[in-house]
């Protein structure tokens, strides 16, 4: 069963290719650029891009992975109906249903919309924050402060190796047609708690310094970031001082161990917080 994996140079795309070819599976991975890739030789490496779906090469596919580009999303479903592709396996988001204005929601909406309504065979992946996230403190961090706001806001942030490797087991074995699994990391930790962690992972000081909402929005508005997606990413975080997150626990169903915690996720990324 050839699997196409979008998106394979992409942040959870590039360690599904690597999780489907251990697991032997015939693995077609879609990039713009093959040279700069550099993508596994075992892999069928081929040129297209979601964003021009007619670029896509579907024959032969069997499955595809399909990464969140909701501007094309019908056409490409429309391609691969008509190449005969029955099993489709979405990453989407947790945000799905969250109607403010700057939510990701609304992108991951129109995908899984776009797939069912096309008739596949579909999963929806739903993961949370990612762990990833805050790579963006690596400057702070090594600086000795990091500075943010809502210190407290609880969240349960996933490795993106755990969803590349429940997406490579919902591909490749039965019982996942027509579910939608919201996917977390497997414990509850705030912002200031990570800040705790690195301290200790890395062994040296880091002093937390809590921005107010205004500070907060004034730095990131002044990064670029839209001023709609800034307000739903603090009104996030305002929303788990209330309500903080818990784990879901799907991560440990499906793959049958424990989820990467905050703590092994920082110790494999010690390099680059330095």
């Not at 204005?101 to 919309?113: F, K, L, M, W």
């Not at 065979?121 to 600086?143: H, I, Q, S």
């Not at 305002?238 to 989820?259: A, D, I, N, S, Y």
């Amino acid at each position: 069963m050839t699997i196409l994996v979008t998106g394979a140079t992409g942040s959870v795309g590039r360690l599904l290719v690597d999780e489907l070819l251990a697991l032997g599976a015939p693995v077609r991975a879609l990039t713009v650029d093959p040279e700069r890739a550099h993508l596994p030789s075992a892999a069928e490496v081929v040129v297209g891009s979601l964003a021009r779906p007619s670029t896509v090469p579907l024959d032969g596919v069997d499955a595809v992975y399909l990464a969140p580009m909701a501007r094309t999303v019908r056409r490409f479903c429309e391609l691969a109906t008509e190449a005969g592709i029955k099993r489709v396996v979405a990453l989407s988001g947790s945000s799905v249903g969250d109607d403010h204005e700057g939510s990701s929601g609304n992108e991951y909406g129109t995908v899984e919309a776009a797939v069912r309504e096309a008739g596949f065979a579909w999963t929806f992946l739903r993961p949370g924050v990612f762990m990833n996230n805050t790579l963006d403190w690596a400057p702070m961090v090594r600086a000795g402060e990091v500075a943010v706001a809502y210190g407290d806001a609880t969240q349960t942030p996933i490795d993106l190796g755990d969803i590349a490797a429940v997406a490579a087991r919902v591909l490749t074995t039965e019982g996942h047609v027509g579910a939608t699994y919201v996917l977390s990391g497997p414990e509850a930790v705030s912002l200031r708690g990570q800040v705790a962690t690195l301290e200790s992972v890395l062994g040296k000081e880091i002093r937390f310094r809590e921005l107010t909402r205004a500070e907060q929005r004034a730095q990131w508005v002044g990064y670029g970031v839209p001023e709609q997606a800034v307000d739903w990413i603090l009104d996030g975080f305002e929303e788990t001082l209330r309500h903080p997150q818990v784990p879901t626990g799907v991560v440990e169903e499906l793959l049958g161990r424990p989820g990467t915690t905050y703590a092994d996720w920082a110790a494999a990324n010690r390099e680059v917080f330095g």
